[in-house]
T-cell receptor, first 111, second 117 residues
Framework: SQTIHQWPATLVQPVGSPLSLECTVEGTSNPNLYWYRQAAGRGLQLLFYSVGIGQISSEVPQNLSASRPQDRQFILSSKKLLLSDSGFYLC??????????FGSGTQLSVL | AQKITQTQPGMFVQEKEAVTLDCTYDTSDPSYGLFWYKQPSSGEMIFLIYQGSYDQQNATEGRYSLNFQKARKSANLVISASQLGDSAMYFCAMRELDSDSWGKLQFGAGTQVVVTP
């Protein structure tokens, strides 16, 4: 069966520090991968998606970037965090079927 | 423009009662999929039910059913026999299947459901 791992679960970072959130998927090959952000009490906003290694599409211009160095690995990064980057970040994957399966999320607090 | 609208920010429902969560959507794409996800306080997003735009019958998954009214562009979630563990935020989402937006889910703002004993 397929599983998705996302870490860390929580992260507190100072403004201006770098960020790296990692997501890996097991049990499937060539998944579509996604990074979503959820502000407190709100719905999810798609940040990046990838249909293959090295292929990244950005939905929202921002301080963040994404990379897919391996088929089942998706990384969300920032060189310098802003206060507005705080939020709950969710990685997700999908196959040929329509459903998205989400990781457990990372709560990022930028102070 | 907002493509998914959930007009109920919060609802209280008594245990064992049924509850309907409203969702309306906006798309000009003839091929799309509609989803409902549950997000408990732990934060994980749990897939509940899916309805394709060409599906003739309303989707059902256990205690969850989707009341799909295509002409009205609504996809309401019905939870029957509510349980205390159903207390969570519920999100409606849509995936348009044209080539530009393939694979991307658009979410509504969510409805917070609290089940009371």
């Amino acid at each position: 069966s397929q599983t998705i791992h996302q870490w860390p679960a929580t992260l507190v970072q100072p403004v201006g520090s770098p960020l790296s959130l990692e997501c890996t998927v097991e049990g499937t090959s060539n998944p579509n991968l996604y990074w979503y952000r959820q502000a407190a009490g709100r719905g999810l906003q798609l940040l990046f998606y990838s249909v293959g290694i090295g292929q990244i599409s950005s939905e929202v211009p921002q301080n963040l970037s994404a990379s897919r160095p391996q088929d089942r690995q998706f990384i969300l990064s920032s060189k310098k965090l802003l206060l507005s980057d705080s939020g709950f970040y969710l990685c997700a994957w999908s196959g040929i079927a329509e459903k998205l399966f989400f990781g457990s999320g990372t709560q990022l607090s930028v102070l | 423009a907002q493509k998914i609208t959930q007009t109920q920010p919060g609802m209280f429902v008594q245990e064992k009662e049924a509850v309907t969560l409203d969702c309306t959507y906006d798309t000009s794409d003839p091929s799309y999929g509609l989803f409902w996800y549950k997000q408990p306080s732990s934060g994980e997003m749990i897939f509940l039910i899916y309805q394709g735009s060409y599906d003739q019958q309303n989707a059902t998954e256990g205690r969850y059913s989707l009341n799909f009214q295509k002409a009205r562009k609504s996809a309401n979630l019905v939870i029957s026999a509510s349980q205390l563990g159903d207390s969570a935020m519920y999100f409606c989402a849509m995936r348009e299947l044209d080539s530009d937006s393939w694979g991307k889910l658009q979410f509504g703002a969510g409805t917070q459901v609290v089940v009371t004993p």
